[in-house]
């Protein structure tokens, strides 16, 4: 599409040679009301190096902007120069591109050829997959599907918790009072009940953990009865995990975890030995890091047994060696953002200067419950499956209330249900804390997953109504701009006109609330639109390019939805 952006930022540093094209396209910008323009460019920062007053200034450039002959308007107001949008030729842009390219729309080729990696969820084995989880799980999958979108190739990674001395305490419990059946029935329950026995075990009884430790390096030693214990534990958990991502939708090319590591550590180890830079602590090996303000990382416990952070140091070369990534991404919360620091500096350390410049941590923060946070020791645990069954349960009482005739309840309750959860997570900025309600998660009026998704059937409501015949005129552009030339349909086709942008800049940002947002605004303004005007009118013409304008903004709410992971229902 057209970039007036560009334009604009072409003809100014053109006109004023003081400041390069880069440095005018950052000048510009978007005024709050639209009566000052769709853009704007303030002249304040010039007075000094053009030695005139900005008024002056804004009129000079206002002149040579205006003579472009590309825009509807140019005004100097003050030291700003307010420039608006050419309606008919930005309408025609925008509608053409998206009814062209459909479901691509907003999707590039601009990352072709570079591999990215996206790490996400890697919960841990054995233990509860709870409603803490929700949050790396689904940013780290819409970050996947926006940098899909930008070109690039993916590869989505799941780092599963399955590995440490755990797993010697688990096998160790299992052996005294576990069952083979209890565990099948219902695996993680059942495993994090002989987790927790085991631990008040050991507090009378304190050879349990020496047990336990023998027990985990005959695991580390590949023993037979062990590692196949460990597997059994690892495959039981991961149908439950599994049930939780066929439920959102989400998928992985890769579930290497941190036991995939186990026999790529000596490597690291003997890598760090040789650069100097593991040193001895109380019988234990470490890197130190202090001269960095980073602490001392923990390579190798005394008794010899490896550490998380290790098993992430031969992660990462691993993935540098396996995929060339061009960036690493690791959605993991903010709690662990030393870890992540303490990782990138031992890698550059050891000379893996591309490995540790392309890895980035992405974190977010902590998810709180109404009733007061979680405590997996407590027992007060909230499983994300038992969350997103009640999300459809819920959803289905309020579609029954809303349209009891509704034909297939059971799959628009679970889209929207389980949409609701995922949008409410994507909706603010990923680094804030936030607390779960059920009034905002639900509500199908609020800046939620069903007003949007509602918007959408709205829509498609619309096509449907309109026919097929209108609906194909309006396809092959057919269209008399002047029927959408109102303030409503402009605000909205800006907003369309600007979603591929946004979509860049929710990439570079790592914040899929950037997308969440922008289809909130899109659904608003669609919705002032449908207000306030009729769409379908007796006059064809009419007709027709509102319905353009209809099936634009359906396209982009579904492509919007697709990027967070929610579907978008036709009917709801
Ligand atoms: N399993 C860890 C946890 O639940 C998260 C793993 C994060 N990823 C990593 N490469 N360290 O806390």
Redesign the pocket.
Known sequence: MKDFKSEIAKIISEKVSELSFDEVKEMIEIPQDSKMGDFAFPCFKLAKVMRKAPPLIAQEVAESVESSGIFDKVEAVNAYVNIFLPKAEIAAETLKTVLDKGDAFGTTDKGAGKTVIV?YS???IAKPFHIGHIRSTVIGNSIYKIYKALGYDMIRIN???DYGTQFGKMISAYRRWGNKEDVEKAPIKTLLGYYTKFHEEAEKDPSLEEEARQIFAKLEHGEKEEVELWQWFRDESLKEFNRVYGMLGIEYDSYNG?SFYSDKMPRIENELEEKGLMVESRGAQVVDLEEYGLGTALIKKSDGSSL?ITR?IA?AVYRKETYDFYKNI?V??SQ?TL?FQQLFKILELMGYTEASSGSIHVPFGLVSLEEGTMSTRQGRVVFLEDVLNSAVDKTREIIAEKNPDADNVDEIASQVGIGAVIFNELSNNRIKDYTFKWDTVLNFDGETGPYVQYTHARCASLLRRAGEDIVSKAKDMAINFDYISSENAHELIKLIYAYPSYVELAGEKYEPSVVTRHIIDIAQGFNRFYHDEHIITENEDEKIAKIALTLATKTVIKNGLALLGIEAPERM
Do not use: I
């Open positions: 790490e890697s919960p841990n780092h599963l918790g941190e998380y992430d992660a690791y993991v919360a662990q870890h």
